[in-house]
C-alpha cells in the first residue's frame, strides 16, 4: 500500500508542476498578444554597443520581432487560449496514452510499476492480488482490496471474482465462495482456477453432471489440459451415477470424446466397464465412429476378446456389407477401406505406399499395390484378424510383380492370434519381376488355441540390410476356403 501512495504522490506533483508551467506560458502568451509585455533591453554605453556582435543584436531584437509577428497575425488573447488548450488537452490525451500502454505492458511482470502509471490497472492489481495469495503467510485483507480494486475498474472482470471466492474460502466462508465462483463462472468458462474448483466442488456434492459442465470447459481450453483430468474423469466409471452422467454426457459427442475413449480403451483396468460404456453409446443417437472403436476393438482383442470384438465391428456394418461371409472380408477390396481389424488395416510407412487401385485393364477390378522406394522397411502393414473355426483351409491369390528388388522376398504369413502367435502357413517368397500369377498355401487351424488368426503381407528380414526393398507387387483374388476332403491327408506348408 506504501508503495501505491508514495508513486500516487510522486506522480501528481509532476502532475501539478506541469499545469504550473503550463498556465505561466498562457499568461505570458496572453500578454503578448493583449500587447500588455513590453521588450525592454538594458541600456549600455555607446561605445560598449559598438563592440557588441551582431550575434547578440540578434538576440536583443529577436523577442521584439516575435511580438511583431504576433501582432501583425492579429490574434486575439481568446483565440491565442484556444489554440493553447487545444494544446494542453493533446498533451493530456497523449500522456494518458502513454500511461496506458506502459501500464498494459507492466501489468503482470511488474505490477507495482503498472501501477505508479495507472493507480486502476485491473490486470496489474489481479496480479498483485495473486502475488499476495501464492505467499504461505498470504495477507488476506490486503489480497481481498486489491481484487475489490480490480473489481471496481473492471466490474465484468471474472478473476477478481474469483479471487474473493478462494480469498472467502480461506476465511471459512464456504456459502459466499460457492456463490462468487459460480457467478464467475457465468462471466467465463476460460479460467483455469475457477472451473476445476467448480468440478471438485460438485463432484463432493454429488453433482456429476454440473461436474462435468466444468470438465468439458477445461478440456476445451488446453490440450494439454485433456491428460492432466483424465484421471478425475476416469474415475467416474467407478461410482454407478457418476458413470451413467458420464455416459450421458458422451452421448452429446463433446469435441474430445474421441481422444478420451481411446485413452479409457488402453488404460482403464476394469474392461466390463469398458463394455457397458460403448454398449450405452452405441445406442444414443452419436453413437461410436470407427475411428472411436478402433482402439476400443484393439483393447479386446489385446485381452483375447475375439468374439465380442468381432461382434461389436459386425453390428456397426452397413447392411449390405453384413452378409459378406467370406474370407478375408472385403478379399475384392469392394468396400470401403476403414482400417478395422476385421477389415484391411493398411498403414503407410516411410518407405512403402499402400494403395488400393481399379485396374483399366480388367473391367475396373481392384487391387492392392504396394509400391517401395529402396528404403529399408520394417513391412507387415497389411493385416486383417479372422475368426476361422478350427479345420483345414486353402489360401489363394494373384500376384504380380515389377522390379522388386529385396534380398527375400515378400509373402503373405498366417498365425493365431492368441499371445503364443503359432505361424499356421507362410505363401512362397515373391520378388523381381513377373506377370500375374497364381499361388496358394494350406494351412489348418488347430481346435484349441487359436480362437482367432491374422492374415499379413510381410517383409521377412532376418538381418538389418534384408529390409531394403524397392518396386512395386499388386495382388488380387485373394481367397481362403474350405480344403476339399480328398485333399485333407495332402500336405501343408
Not at 461410436?288 to 459386425?314: C, K, M
Not at 469392394?334 to 483399366?360: H, K, M, R, T, Y
Request: hydrophobic letters at 45%; a positive charge.
Amino acid at each position: 500500500m506504501l508503495v501505491v501512495r508514495n508513486s500516487r504522490h510522486h506522480r501528481r506533483g509532476q502532475q501539478a508542476e506541469i499545469w504550473d508551467r503550463l498556465r505561466q506560458i498562457l499568461q505570458t502568451l496572453s500578454a503578448v498578444a493583449s500587447g500588455r509585455h513590453h521588450w525592454r533591453g538594458k541600456r549600455r554605453g555607446h561605445g560598449h554597443r559598438k563592440s557588441v556582435s551582431r550575434r547578440h543584436v540578434r538576440e536583443r531584437y529577436e523577442p521584439v520581432a516575435r511580438r511583431s509577428w504576433l501582432v501583425k497575425q492579429e490574434i486575439s488573447a481568446s483565440g491565442l487560449a484556444i489554440v493553447v488548450c487545444v494544446l494542453l488537452v493533446s498533451i493530456g490525451i497523449g500522456w494518458s496514452v502513454v500511461a496506458q500502454t506502459a501500464a498494459t505492458d507492466l501489468a503482470r511482470s511488474q505490477p507495482d510499476a503498472a501501477l505508479g502509471f495507472v493507480a486502476d490497472q485491473p490486470v496489474a492489481l489481479i496480479r498483485r492480488a495473486e502475488q499476495e495469495l501464492a505467499k504461505p503467510d498470504a495477507n488476506l485483507d490486503s489480497a481481498r482490496e486489491w481484487a475489490q480494486r480490480a473489481l471496481r475498474a473492471s466490474p465484468l472482470n471474472a478473476r477478481a471474482l474469483t479471487l474473493l471466492g478462494l480469498i472467502a474460502e480461506r476465511n471459512g466462508d464456504q456459502k459466499k465462495a460457492d456463490a462468487l465462483m459460480r457467478i464467475a463462472s457465468a462471466r467465463t468458462w476460460r479460467d483455469e482456477i475457477t472451473q476445476p474448483w467448480l468440478f471438485n466442488r460438485d463432484v463432493g456434492l454429488g453433482d456429476y453432471r454440473d461436474a462435468l459442465m466444468h470438465a468439458d470447459a477445461m478440456m476445451r481450453m488446453y490440450d494439454e489440459e485433456q491428460a492432466e483430468f483424465f484421471p478425475r474423469l476416469a474415475a467416474f466409471t467407478i461410482d454407478p451415477r457418476a458413470f451413467e452422467a458420464l455416459i450421458a454426457f458422451l452421448a452429446t459427442s463433446p469435441p474430445w470424446r474421441t481422444w478420451f475413449l481411446s485413452q479409457l480403451s488402453g488404460r482403464l483396468a476394469n474392461q466390463a466397464r469398458l463394455v457397458q460404456l460403448y454398449a450405452a453409446l452405441s445406442k444414443t443417437g452419436q453413437p461410436p465412429t470407427a475411428e472411436e472403436l478402433r482402439p476400443y476393438l484393439n483393447r479386446l482383442i489385446l485381452d483375447e476378446n475375439f468374439g465380442l470384438a468381432y461382434q461389436v465391428w459386425h453390428e456397426v456394418l452397413p447392411p449390405a456389407q453384413r452378409s459378406d461371409e467370406s474370407h478375408p472380408f472385403n478379399r475384392d477390396f469392394e468396400f470401403p477401406i476403414n482400417d478395422l481389424p476385421f477389415n484391411w488395416d493398411l498403414a503407410n510407412i516411410p518407405g512403402a505406399d499402400i494403395q488400393i487401385v481399379s485396374a483399366a485393364d480388367a473391367g475396373g477390378k481392384r487391387r492392392l499395390l504396394v509400391e517401395f522406394s529402396g528404403a529399408r522397411v520394417h513391412f507387415a502393414n497389411v493385416k486383417q484378424l479372422m475368426l476361422l473355426p478350427a479345420g483345414d483351409y486353402r489360401f489363394r491369390g494373384w500376384v504380380k510383380t515389377a522390379e522388386l528388388a529385396t534380398s527375400r522376398g515378400l509373402w503373405w504369413h498366417i498365425f493365431c492370434a492368441n499371445a503364443a502367435a503359432e505361424t499356421l502357413a507362410t505363401t512362397e517368397l515373391v520378388s523381381g519381376t513377373m506377370p500375374w500369377t497364381d499361388f496358394g498355401v494350406k494351412f489348418q487351424v488347430p481346435a484349441t488355441g487359436c480362437e482367432a488368426q491374422w492374415l499379413r503381407l510381410e517383409l521377412p528380414a532376418r538381418i538389418e540390410s534384408e529390409s531394403s526393398i524397392e518396386g512395386q507387387v499388386w495382388y488380387q483374388d485373394l481367397r481362403i476356403t474350405p480344403a476339399p476332403a480328398a485333399a485333407a491327408d495332402a500336405p501343408l506348408h
